[in-house]
């Protein structure tokens, strides 16, 4: 009988999870259960809307076998979502994994059968039941929104999450809508204020004062040089200190041993930082000035709150004029009427409020018990004191080694500590529970991918994938003891709070260290990772997905591997 494998989602990382299963595993039985009505998750029909533009530009995001085609011919033009949903179906049809997936199919529950291998898996709302052998899991970090607490019972206007813009958009569009208030700092709100400008709405802008603040709004190019190029190549990510390596650049620039590199990177992240200020001009308008990034001293180098590239640069005038953009440092009190009212005891006309308020990163489907067993996001004050024990323990060596190693990360800049609710994502290599790991043979039958957030989601995509692939099918070892990859998995979320501070305590950040986290898990499965002509170009020219085109044949040579070419689909 066939391998039966789930893919949980549809999106970005799902997509290639199945893709490359089916390449390598030819006769799987693998089925993707997907919630959404189409294709794309972030990406898909329902959730995309004209003027969103994905933060990269064209040759960035896009899967390695096959290009987006550039429209109008400028390649360094930021991709527009409609045109990303477009190509991730065309995709999932060439590689045949469209036809496997089942839409409008909610993964209710999750939990282990009773032969204590495979996975039950209960769909729509546990009207039905599927059990598989392998099960991965791709929900996102960006399903759930996390809606505030506002009363707004005599509210006359439509609320909505900036995750059904989308579905909203030719309301919020529509003659019927002048104002309308966004709720919320980070690169959604701009992206939902963008689109309410250009159609001709005046918009309150009113960020907390209390939150994480507004992230550094970066123009992506500096000294007419596109940021996208030099923060994906090799050169780009020894800036950036990293877990993942220990090499002269690590030496000269982070381990605190080289007084002269130490002042040189210091040097650069300062000018990066005057940089960044200077091209938005932070203190030239009042509305402006209220968006400053509460670090300010090397804010280009603390990731506190996730970068916003300002895929529509325009929106710096929008602000900076103040004409149909109103911003406001405050917290909405109450909904009342067609009146928005903040905490300073003011309050404005709202036709439509927009709450861009992040997403929940919890799994709904496992029960908290075994979410917090196997290692996923728990609510703080639910998680087991004895699991909650433990991992403090782990976390405080893990953060003790860290420091030692980065003495710079030992200093973060004076910043507000946000409160975490939720523990962190705690699996070996980002994707395997641990739990799964104890016995005297892995258990291979589950794995998380895109629980990562890093600075390439294709890359990172398509490395999980293959890696997924090759653990499930036993053709990679841990070669470790349980206790060790424990302490790898803790050095590495200690690592994740030091360097992104507030947003390392709530994702396994990996932003600008992705390169070499995708090294290390191709040379764990056998696959190049260096994989330019020569090592000047190596260090110094952007890693695009493209150059890891082949890589799952490659990978199959290695492991002699001869079934599987077929899948793709002839023209
Ligand atoms: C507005 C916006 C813009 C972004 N722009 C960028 C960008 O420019 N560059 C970038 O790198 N990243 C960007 N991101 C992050 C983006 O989410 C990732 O790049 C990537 O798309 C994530 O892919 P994923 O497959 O992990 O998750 P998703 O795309 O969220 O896909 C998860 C899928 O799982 C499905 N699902 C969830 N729960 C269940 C369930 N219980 N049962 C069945 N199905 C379920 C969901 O419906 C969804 O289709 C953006 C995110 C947002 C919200």
Redesign the pocket.
Known sequence: MSTKVIV?????????AAKTYLQVERNVDLTI????ET??????RE??YPN?????RYG??EYSDRNIEIEGGNRNA??P?LKIHAYMNEYAEEFGVKERIRFK????RVVRNEDGKRWDVW?NDDSELMTCDRLIV???????PILPRIPSEDFTGRIFH??D?GTQYDYITSPAVKNVTVYGGG??AI?AIYSCVTNGKHVNWVVRKGGGGVPPLLTGVANGKVLDDFATSRFGSKLHPSLHTNDWWHWALHSGKNFLGQWLHWKYWGRATSSMQTNVEYTKSENMSKLTPNIVDHGAYWINVGPA?L?QPDIVDWIHCGCQITVHRNTIENLEGDRVHLDDGSSHRADAVIYATG?DVI???FSLEEGANLGLPTPVKQCPPEIAAKWDRLEAIGDKEVVERFPRLGKPPPHKKLPVSCTPYRLWRDMVPLPLLSGEKPDRSLVF???V??????IM?EAMALWTVAWMSGRIHPGKSLAEMEHEVAVSNAFARRRYLNLGHKFTYQFYEFLPIVDNLLREIGVKSQRKPDAITDLFEPYVPEDYRGMVEEFKKTHGISNGEEIKKEK
Request: proline fraction near 2%; glycine fraction near 12%.
């Open positions: 949980i989602g549809a999106g970005w990382f799902g997509l290639a259960l997907e919630s959404g294709i794309g998750g972030t990406w898909s959730r995309v969103l533009l994905a933060q990269q960035r995001y930021f991709v979502a199919t909610a993964v209710t769909i791709a929900t996102g970090l960006t399903s759930k900036s995750r813009l690169k959604s992206d590239v895929t997403y799994q709904p489907a991918v895109g629980t957030k890093s600075y390439s989601t294709s995509s």
